[in-house]
Nanobody, 124 residues
Framework: QVQLVESGGGLVQPGGSLRLSCAAS????????MGWYRQAPGKQRELVAT???????NYADSVKGRFTISRDNAKKTVYLQMNTLKPEDTAVYYC??????????????????WGQGTQVTVSS
């Protein structure tokens, strides 16, 4: 019904940059919060950054000042610009979106969706 497709991951040297993208498609009335999470080997999935439909942002302390989250509501896409990457940023990065579906003319409901994940590896 809804797909979140991520792109932009890869291998980068410490200090380098990458830009992740996540495009939502399918039966979408609107999108509330969107965000990025990551999971390193042997660790739990953790929040990286979130952005509301109005553009308010929230970041994990570990990425503040280095990562920037943004979104294009017309394209139903969220981005994560990652600068000054460190080896500890290595993880699978997942896109998340709270999608609003329209049930009928008077009713909507929200469902949470995840992307398939994209690998980011920071290594020399």
């Amino acid at each position: 019904q809804v797909q979140l497709v991520e792109s932009g991951g890869g291998l980068v040297q410490p200090g380098g940059s990458l830009r992740l993208s996540c495009a939502a498609s399918g039966s979408i009335f609107s999108i509330n919060d969107m965000g990025w999470y990551r999971q390193a080997p042997g660790k739990q999935r953790e929040l990286v950054a979130t952005i509301t439909s109005r553009g308010s942002t929230n970041y994990a302390d570990s990425v503040k000042g280095r990562f920037t989250i943004s979104r294009d509501n017309a394209k139903k896409t969220v981005y994560l610009q990652m600068n000054t990457l460190k080896p500890e940023d290595t993880a699978v990065y997942y896109c998340n979106a709270a999608i609003v579906h329209r049930y009928d003319d008077a009713t909507t409901y929200v469902r949470d969706y995840w992307g398939q994940g994209t690998q980011v590896t920071v290594s020399s």
